[in-house]
């Protein structure tokens, strides 16, 4: 019995247990027909034999996935290329020098390749390693997707700036970062051990990445001294076979803080030489380092403007200390000061057009300004930055951001790219011509020849490592939008459903179907018509927190108030922001009647009552979306459930329970934005819906024990504002109540806190029969930032299925507290099939 088992494990390639480990690249065991096997190449043919040359590199990737996928054992010959049935990998360069002509081959731009599946060889051309690894993978992810098509093209990169950024700090910390600890750092130091680096190469490479900033942009000064410089030349080592170069963060008052200088002034002699000797003694030890990355006068960071110099001169310091070793300087637009809520003109939103407009044509040409995709802050929706539309002599990079800082934090699904093509789809309309911003990014559209993309990733030691399985499909995304920013949102997302999933036809559409619907529906149980995310701004940047964007110096304004809600951003009556649009985009927002309804809160402060070009009021919107966009969430896992037996059950399991969690934290998101605004405009939702909860149970109300009623802050979060802790850290509570509603099978769903600091214990009695338990491990369990405060991040729901009940039924709650957690309970749902309350 046990042999037959083994053998079907072996068969079928997905029951397996898979940790994730190897993303979108696992080679999962396809089957192969004689006709499959007769187009499958048995030699490998590597025309460099150096084992650190990407070329080398290719030609053993590409021997691992036939061996995994197909069971062919091809052997690798070096240098040569006069065997049949073989697959040949190199640079155009090097097969001409080996093998012979090259004619019929186009001319490819850096990084590019050629792939011909045609005829008796297989050829694999780059116009550089870098490029012949690229094309090897590509045809691998034919290979793992079945595809044995006939094909002969070349590709070339829309821009030579693919980019990733780390917020590593050195102490293996990562800033926004939900998937571990970070691969590279710890305790102030490089890590010895680089094997996930190397694996974090292989899967950046195979989406063809070129450069990774391994190291936070709020960047400390020790990252330079001599032990940590060769640490960061390891790490360039192992990134080196993969066609990866580094880039490093750097803090602008390095000369002061690690160097011992008294100032760090950019245009001082002294500290000129600094830096110029520093990227030296860098340079000797990773001599292909792409550059640097600066946020300077940024969110307190040390900058150019503490000496009255301009972030120019700021950036081109840098930029001619790295010139003589071919470097560059990505230097970010994130600059901004505090501002004061109560002058009606005041923009956060208007920062960076008014820092770089003026500096436009100052910055030295290896100099890249790094511009975020929307004006404030990487949030759910936002209009494209006019900055994109003010720089016509400046190289320029789109900052994207895969890590779901305000999206989620990998605990709720959301697939990005349809946010990221509202952006890189915009045309700005400069000078009245097609100003497509992936036009403009990519150097296009004014002629730059430096220019690219940026993603802010943040990988971690977890084997998901972002946190979720489903997250990366973001990076996979990220990585081909940089080559080709005109590729489908869909169609990448399916060939990395393939790739990681399989082939199974239900499990690449049901997937499909939930990644397509996740920004949507995340967008509608969040900040709907441009408001912004509405998570706290303050603390986690996770779960709701309206009140937070309002009242303090960050300008993520809302202007909500009893009567209305809105920035006002025109130039006729508000902060002129749209004025920094080309006069076509300018005239769009700046007229209310042709502002998209998506966007209007953005660009306008309006009534509650103000009619959208839907015909809804705002006000009816907000609750509308809040309750479509938790009903869609509630749809992602029942679609997933219906993929069990199709999918290994380590992964099934993993994204099944933050499908679960994320089922309840939407409706966490609906109720506390809907009370919310609710009780600022004290305007009904016309379907009666908001703030009437006919199958909930108030823990506050039920008969208590040891507990003690509690007020939740902020007051949105909690259902009636109120929910039940414990007395003391060591009582136990009970809180019970008689159950009036009919007879019949119902879902239970209980609302609790799960905060960091405990993990209490929770037990649901029906007439003293346990009907089920619980403990309070999310922040064990799930990628989020916890919270230690009873708040919109903490709430969670955890469901009951099916568990009969007769009227006149008493329900029992027992909580045993632990830690700093006080077995919080907020309410009792009693759900009949069908309803979600
Ligand atoms: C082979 O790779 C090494 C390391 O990348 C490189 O230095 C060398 O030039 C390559 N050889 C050829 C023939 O291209
Ligand atoms: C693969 O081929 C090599 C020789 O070409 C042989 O030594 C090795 O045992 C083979 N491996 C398998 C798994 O067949
Ligand atoms: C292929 O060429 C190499 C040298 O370029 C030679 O050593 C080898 O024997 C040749 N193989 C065949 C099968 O002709
Ligand atoms: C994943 O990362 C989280 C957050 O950093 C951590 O709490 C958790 O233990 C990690 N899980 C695994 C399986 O490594
Ligand atoms: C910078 O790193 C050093 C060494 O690890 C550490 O002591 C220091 O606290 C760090 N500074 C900041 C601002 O994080
Ligand atoms: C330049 O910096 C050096 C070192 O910090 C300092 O001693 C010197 O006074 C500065 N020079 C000027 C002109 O500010
Ligand atoms: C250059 O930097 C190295 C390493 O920090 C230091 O040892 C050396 O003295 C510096 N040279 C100059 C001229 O400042
Ligand atoms: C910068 O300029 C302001 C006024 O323009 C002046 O008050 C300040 O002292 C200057 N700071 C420095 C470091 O030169
Ligand atoms: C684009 O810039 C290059 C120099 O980088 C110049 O030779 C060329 O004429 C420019 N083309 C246009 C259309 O301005
Ligand atoms: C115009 O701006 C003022 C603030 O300066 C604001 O109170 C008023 O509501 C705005 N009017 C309109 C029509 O938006
Ligand atoms: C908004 O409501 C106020 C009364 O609360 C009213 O005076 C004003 O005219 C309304 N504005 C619009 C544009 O409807
Ligand atoms: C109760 O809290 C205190 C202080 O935080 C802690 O020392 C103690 O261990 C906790 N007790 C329990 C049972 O968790």
Redesign the pocket.
Known sequence: MQATWLLAYLTLGFAAAETGLDGWLRYATLPCSTQCRSQLPVNIIALNSTEASPVYVAGSEIQIALNNIYNVNASIALNQCNSSSSVIVGTIEQYRQTCGSTVGIPELDEDGFWLSTRGSKIQILGQNERGALYGAFEYLSMLARGNFSQVAYSTNPSAPLRWVNQWDNMDGSIERGYGGESIFFKNGAIVDDLTRVRQYARLLASVRINTVVVNNVNANATLLTPQNIDGLGRIADVFRPYGVKIGISLNFATPETLGGLDAYDPLNATVVKWWSNMTDQIYQRVPDMAGYLVKADSEGEPGPQVYNRTLAEGANLFARAIKPHGGIVMFRAFVYNQLNESN??ADRAKAAVNFFKPLDGKFDDNVVVQIKYGPIHFQVREPTSPLFANLFKTNIAIELEVTQEYLGQQSHLVYLPPLWKTVLDFDLRVDHKPSLVRDIVTGKRFNRTLGGSAAVVNVGTNNTWLGSHLSMSNLYAYGRLAWDPTADAQGILQDWIQLTFGLDRAVLDTITNMSMQSWPAYESYSGNLGIQTLTDILYTHYGPNPASQDNNGWGQWTRAGPK?IGM?RTIQ??TGYTGQYPEEIASKYENIQSTPDDLLLWF???NYTHRLHSGKTVIQHFYDAHYSGAELAQGFLDQWESLRGKIDDERYAHIRHRLDYQTGHSIVWRDAINNFYYNLSRISDTAGRVGHHPWRIEAEDMKLNGYDTYTVSPFETGSGSVAIVTLSNDTVGTATTTLDFPSGTYDLAINYYDLYGGQSNWQVYLNDKKVGQWVGDAEHHLSHTPSIYLDGHSATRIKFRGVKISKGDTLKIVGTPDGDEPAPVDYISVLPEGVVD
């Open positions: 009606w003109e209305s006002d009556n508000g306008h402060h309006v």
